[in-house]
């Protein structure tokens, strides 16, 4: 049995919502949205408008995404901002393709041995333990000059970074540097 209809005939009656919600333990805002039921006008808009989207998404393969969206839609004469069709994209689901320059990279070297994955690719922190696992990454950053590759090493628990070193280059050095940074950056303990 629902109390909506009890809370109803309290408010005809003239009386506040206020105390009945309270004594049945059913929030005001529940109470009026449920008794609004319908959608108000705004939600019909985004409704239609997200059909237009899909549509538009579609028809562009996926690839579109919400600025691309926004032009064809303005082109076609519908108005609305450019973050609202990325806010209803985002709840529809629907991303565009992003086009990433190539960055040149190390080329492995087949004969070379790998080596055993000790933490089987379980990067979950134990915060208790402060060093207790590090990980590393580079980073590609473009200059007036060329490229420069930038490699850290982040401590697991505290996502702090402990050691990091520049160059030009990708070569073995860089990554030997930002270990050996590790070993005069303070622990946190």
Same mark, same amino acid.
């Given at each position: 049995?629902?109390?909506? $209809?009890?809370?109803?005939?309290?408010?005809?009656?003239?009386? +506040? /919502?206020?105390?009945? *919600?309270? #004594?049945?333990? /059913? +929030?005001?805002?529940?109470?009026?949205?449920?008794?609004?039921?319908?959608?108000?006008?705004? =939600? /019909?808009?985004?409704?239609? #408008?997200?059909?237009?989207?899909?549509?538009?998404?579609?028809?562009?393969?996926?690839?579109?995404?919400?600025?691309?969206?926004?032009?064809?839609?303005? @082109?076609?004469?519908?108005? *609305?901002?450019? @973050?609202?069709?990325?806010? !209803?994209? @985002? /709840?529809?689901?629907?991303?565009?393709?992003?086009?990433?320059?190539?960055?040149?990279?190390?080329? $492995?070297?087949p004969r070379a041995a790998t080596r055993p994955d000790l933490v089987l690719r379980d990067f979950r922190p134990?915060? +208790?333990?402060?060093? =207790?696992?590090? *990980?590393?990454?580079?980073?590609? !950053?473009?200059?007036?000059?060329?490229?420069?590759?930038? =490699?850290?090493?982040?401590?697991?628990? +505290?996502?702090?970074?402990?050691?990091?070193?520049?160059?030009?280059? #990708?070569?073995?050095?860089?990554?030997?540097?930002? !270990?050996?940074?590790?070993s005069a950056a303070p622990t946190g303990r």
């Amino acid at each position: 049995m629902t109390v909506h $209809p009890f809370i109803e005939a309290e408010k005809r009656g003239g009386h +506040s /919502v206020k105390r009945p *919600c309270e #004594l049945l333990k /059913v +929030s005001r805002a529940s109470f009026y949205a449920r008794r609004a039921g319908t959608p108000g006008p705004r =939600a /019909v808009h985004d409704a239609e #408008l997200t059909e237009q989207i899909t549509a538009v998404h579609e028809q562009s393969r996926g690839t579109y995404g919400a600025p691309r969206i926004y032009a064809v839609l303005q @082109r076609e004469g519908t108005t *609305c901002g450019r @973050r609202r069709i990325a806010r !209803l994209m @985002r /709840v529809a689901g629907l991303t565009g393709l992003h086009r990433r320059r190539q960055h040149p990279t190390t080329i $492995p070297d087949p004969r070379a041995a790998t080596r055993p994955d000790l933490v089987l690719r379980d990067f979950r922190p134990d915060h +208790s333990a402060t060093d =207790a696992g590090w *990980c590393g990454d580079i980073t590609y !950053l473009t200059t007036d000059e060329g490229w420069l590759y930038l =490699a850290t090493v982040i401590d697991i628990a +505290s996502r702090r970074v402990v050691g990091w070193a520049t160059a030009d280059h #990708l070569r073995t050095e860089l990554v030997a540097d930002a !270990l050996q940074a590790t070993s005069a950056a303070p622990t946190g303990r």
